[in-house]
């Protein structure tokens, strides 16, 4: 049983979970990780999360797998006791025009980025509600905002996002657990390591790509900083959607 408040971060072996994971360990919260396949990302991360003295754990599996998450939820649950903040930050791309999408990779990323809060959430929500507190962050997209060609799917999903933070804020508030979205614009990761970063800056008014530290304060900040704030989608795109 975890005495520090205790943070479960999807997809924090890489990029932004990453770097939210090391955010709310230097805050003092003990962290568990989730993380598809990459071992060596994952024990780089847990390394890092215990030298700022916080208990750190990985867990494997697919959070497209309804059952696997379910599972994991609930060995989290064992292994720290409580959970405080959930960040649901896991996601892909398999990005193509509409015309020849495949309905493989519409389903891909519909269950990586969208089913898979679902999937994290429902076996957490009850604990939160047990415990009449807790902070949920969905990783949504400009995407989701604006819609972007080449990303149906994608924009599908993290516009789902929006809709599922809006309706579990309203339900859960009274609860007080606050349910928020992050809209991140174009942050420099593995996800957009491929991308014409000089061209997107141009559009950027803050003239530079996001860093996933961006992200991971404005996490730390919902999950420290906020207790008013719920049902929101905060930009964080150096300017990019105004
Ligand atoms: P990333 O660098 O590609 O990292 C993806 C992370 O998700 C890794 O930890 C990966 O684990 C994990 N993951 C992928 N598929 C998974 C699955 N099926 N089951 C479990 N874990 C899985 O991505 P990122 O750029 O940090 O993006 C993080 C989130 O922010 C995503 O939801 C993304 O859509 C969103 N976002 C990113 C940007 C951007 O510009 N980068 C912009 C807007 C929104 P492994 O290491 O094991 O593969």
């Not at 009449?132 to 972007?148: A, K, P, Q, T, Y």
């Not at 996800?191 to 003239?207: F, G, S, V």
Request: hydrophobic fraction near 40%; charge should be neutral; proline fraction near 2%.
């Amino acid at each position: 049983m975890s005495e520090n408040k205790v943070a479960l971060i999807t997809g924090a072996s890489r990029g932004i979970g990453r770097a939210c994971a090391i955010e709310l360990a230097k805050a003092g919260y003990d962290v568990a990780i989730s993380y598809a396949g990459n071992d060596e990302a994952a024990n780089k991360t847990i390394e890092d999360l215990k030298s700022f003295g916080a208990k750190a754990k990985a867990y494997k599996f697919n959070v497209a797998d309804k059952e696997a998450c379910e599972k994991a939820a609930n060995e989290v649950l064992t292994d720290f006791g409580r959970i405080d903040v959930l960040v649901n930050n896991a996601g892909i791309t398999r990005d193509g025009l509409f015309m020849r999408m495949s309905g493989e990779n519409w389903e891909a990323v519909i269950n990586t980025n969208l089913n898979s809060a679902f999937y994290m959430t429902s076996p957490i929500i009850k604990t939160m509600v047990k415990q009449r507190s807790g902070c949920i962050v969905n990783m949504s997209s400009i995407s989701g905002l604006m819609g972007n060609a080449g990303q149906a799917n994608y924009s599908t999903a993290k516009a789902g996002l929006v809709g599922f933070t809006k309706s579990l804020a309203k339900e859960l508030g009274s609860r007080n657990i606050r349910v928020n979205a992050i809209a991140p614009g174009f942050i420099q990761t593995d996800m957009t390591k491929d991308l014409d970063t000089e061209k997107i800056t141009e559009h950027i008014p803050l003239k530079r790509l996001g860093q996933p530290e961006d992200i991971a304060k404005t996490v730390k900040f919902l999950a420290e900083d906020a207790p008013y704030i719920t049902a929101q989608v905060i930009g964080v795109d150096g300017g990019l959607v105004i």
